[in-house]
Nanobody, 121 residues
Framework: QVQLVESGGGLVQAGGSLTLSCVVSGSIFGITRMGWYRQAPGNERELVADITSGGVTKYADSVKGRFTISRTNAKNTVYLQMNSLKPEDTAVYYC???????????????WGQGTQVTVSS
């Protein structure tokens, strides 16, 4: 059983900052890519940022220069530091990870339950 548990969401004023965390627990043999997605009401879920096990990062154009993704492999944790937040960043943020649960298992995708981020103007 694998669990992804996010924390750190909340309400913040425009221009403020929040840091999201996601801890992966359970039967884990290896984690490759970890990332954050978001979904605003009426919109499709979109990639915000992701990071490989080697630390290579990718960002959505809308968050470049404002958000920073990082991970601590020893703790199976991924972070999203969000600065200069805008009302349009308001969404449910989901943690995502590609995980192998055993040496015989294939790599598959897992999701957290989501954490709400609300940015007021």
């Amino acid at each position: 059983q694998v669990q992804l548990v996010e924390s750190g969401g909340g309400l913040v004023q425009a221009g403020g900052s929040l840091t999201l965390s996601c801890v992966v627990s359970g039967s884990i043999f290896g984690i490759t890519r970890m990332g954050w997605y978001r979904q605003a009401p009426g919109n499709e879920r979109e990639l915000v940022a992701d990071i490989t096990s080697g630390g290579v990062t990718k960002y959505a154009d809308s968050v470049k220069g404002r958000f920073t993704i990082s991970r601590t492999n020893a703790k199976n944790t991924v972070y999203l530091q969000m600065n200069s937040l805008k009302p349009e960043d308001t969404a449910v943020y989901y943690c995502n990870a590609r995980i192998t649960t055993s040496i015989m298992a294939s790599n598959r995708e897992y999701w957290g339950q989501g954490t709400q981020v609300t940015v007021s103007s």
